[in-house]
């Protein structure tokens, strides 16, 4: 398995509270992904990093900010969490990006509730 | 723009049946495309991927998906479910220089025993 950690596993918030996700690689790859999960919505994307302090906006950033000062860390922030930010959250990582063959390798996710 | 559709989010079968689970997608370019998995509590796990060397890619767990360019298809297929295959099913593709995967919204299989 690729080592990819995510902390915390299972996190309760309420409205309007800061919230930082972290995600975790051992493998030295240069991408890696922040992807929101919902039912009827499958995977879509929010931020994604092609290197340290480089990173893009997905799909779906609104709400959310990202950092990676190193390699192996990428920190997903919700700067005032909200109710339609209840989701599971999965870091994936890959050595090339999109446009290629690659093979995402994803965490175990994050379940996070914002009451 | 690149995207891919599963038809069927919910798809049923019999122990010992064929799986079928589809997807199409819509390219500009000729695309990388891939099918995941993901058993329940976890995260997605590759199936297999088309990367243009053949049509016909077989993948983990007797799983195989036939890239057809004329229909703009990549449907997955297994010829005897096992229980064990219960599980969430997404298509995937990337083929432009967007850096980016996009993912179909997932097909949850149940097999009846």
Same mark, same amino acid.
């Given at each position: 398995?690729?080592? *990819?950690?995510? +902390?915390?596993?299972? $996190?309760? /918030?309420?409205? &309007? ?28 994307? *929010?931020?994604? +990093?092609?290197?340290? $302090?480089? /990173?893009?906006? &997905? ?57 | ?37 993901q ?48 599980a969430e099913y997404f ?15 997932g097909t949850s ?5």
């Open positions: 398995d690729a080592g *990819i950690t995510q +902390s915390p596993r299972h $996190k309760v /918030t309420e409205t &309007g509270t800061p919230v930082t996700l972290r995600c975790h690689q051992t493998e030295n790859h240069r991408y890696m992904y922040w992807y929101r999960q919902d039912p009827g919505h499958g995977l879509r994307l *929010i931020h994604y +990093s092609y290197g340290v $302090k480089d /990173t893009d906006k &997905g799909e779906v950033s609104d709400g959310y900010s990202v950092s990676r000062s190193k390699t192996e860390d990428f920190l997903l922030t919700l700067e005032s969490a909200t109710s339609s930010q209840t989701s599971v959250y999965f870091c994936a990582i890959s050595e090339r990006g999109g446009g290629s063959t690659d093979t995402q390798y994803f965490g175990p996710g994050t379940r996070l509730t914002v009451l | 723009a690149q995207s891919v559709t599963q038809l069927g989010s919910h798809v049923s079968v019999s122990e010992g049946a064929l799986v079928l689970l589809r997807c199409n997608y819509s390219s500009s370019v000729p695309p990388y495309l891939f099918w995941y998995v058993y329940p509590n976890q995260g997605l796990q590759l199936l297999l991927k088309y990367t243009s060397a053949a049509t016909l890619v077989k993948g983990i767990n007797d799983f195989e998906a036939e890239f057809k360019k004329s229909e703009t298809s990549f449907h997955l297929t297994k010829p005897s479910a096992h229980m064990s295959d219960a298509c995937a593709v990337s083929g432009d220089t967007g850096n980016q995967f996009y993912f179909g919204t299989l149940t097999v009846i025993p």
